[in-house]
């Protein structure tokens, strides 16, 4: 069936390290692929997307291929701060607007 | 624009009450949907609706009913609270079609204890 499988947090770093939070999807179809953030105590903000097979989403410093042949849609930023502590959840879209999200990654960024 | 609301923020349910989890949006959005976030496990989908009038189960919808009379509401209710329906809830809401993939926007959420 459908999953998202995304690397089990957490994930201690300190600022200005380089950060990368792997994951790969089973799904049918060409779905759209997410990355939603979640601050402490918050609801979840989508950080960024891609609709089709070797497009790039990216926003805050943070950057996510779509790559088809790996059905993988990896996260990374090149230097983290301490504001980007979070979780971090990929996603796709299948059917719909219906999302099957991965199981999360909590990121703590140290100063 | 308050954009997506929950209300309440935490609540405390004994095991067999019921209650009705509020969820409403002001951006004229078709697509509502709930999901709740359990540890380890990310956000799953219980209920959903593309319309007023029109909802359907998600994957895991046992015992939480939804109905959606306007556009703007889409509440979740528990019949008999079950110490496994201790969570936190999200509403979310989007635009819809069929084609596009649109962006949903997340409310604060509501943190449920069942004792």
């Known amino acids: 069936g459908n999953s998202v499988t995304q690397m089990e947090g957490p994930v201690t770093l300190s600022e200005e390290a380089f950060l990368t939070i792997n994951c790969t999807y089973t799904?049918?179809?060409?779905?759209?692929l997410f990355w939603y953030v979640q601050y402490p105590g918050e609801g979840l903000q989508l950080l960024l997307k891609a609709t089709k097979a070797d497009d790039k989403g990216s926003n805050k410093g943070f950057e996510a291929t779509y790559r088809k042949e790996t059905t993988s849609f990896h996260l990374e930023k090149g230097s983290v701060q301490v504001s980007d502590s979070a979780v971090y959840f990929c996603a796709f879209s299948g059917a719909g607007n219906k999302l099957t999200f991965g199981g999360g990654t909590r990121v703590l960024v140290k100063p | 624009n308050a954009g997506v609301t929950q209300t309440p923020k935490f609540q405390v349910l004994k095991t067999g009450q019921s209650m009705t989890l509020q969820c409403a949006q002001d951006m004229n959005h078709e697509y509502m949907s709930w999901y709740r976030q359990d540890p380890g496990m990310g956000l799953r989908l219980i209920h959903y609706?593309?319309?007023?009038?029109?909802?359907d189960q998600g994957e895991v919808p046992n015992g939480y009913n939804v109905s959606r009379s306007t556009t703007e509401d889409f509440p979740l209710r528990l019949l008999s609270a079950a110490p496994s329906q201790t969570s936190v809830y999200f509403c979310?809401?989007?635009?819809?079609?069929?084609?596009?993939?649109?962006?949903?926007?997340f409310g604060p959420g509501t943190r449920l204890t069942v004792t």
């Open positions: 609706s593309v319309g007023a009038g029109i909802t």
């Open positions: 799904a049918t179809g060409y779905p759209s």
């Open positions: 979310a809401s989007s635009y819809s079609d069929r084609v596009l993939t649109y962006e949903q926007y």
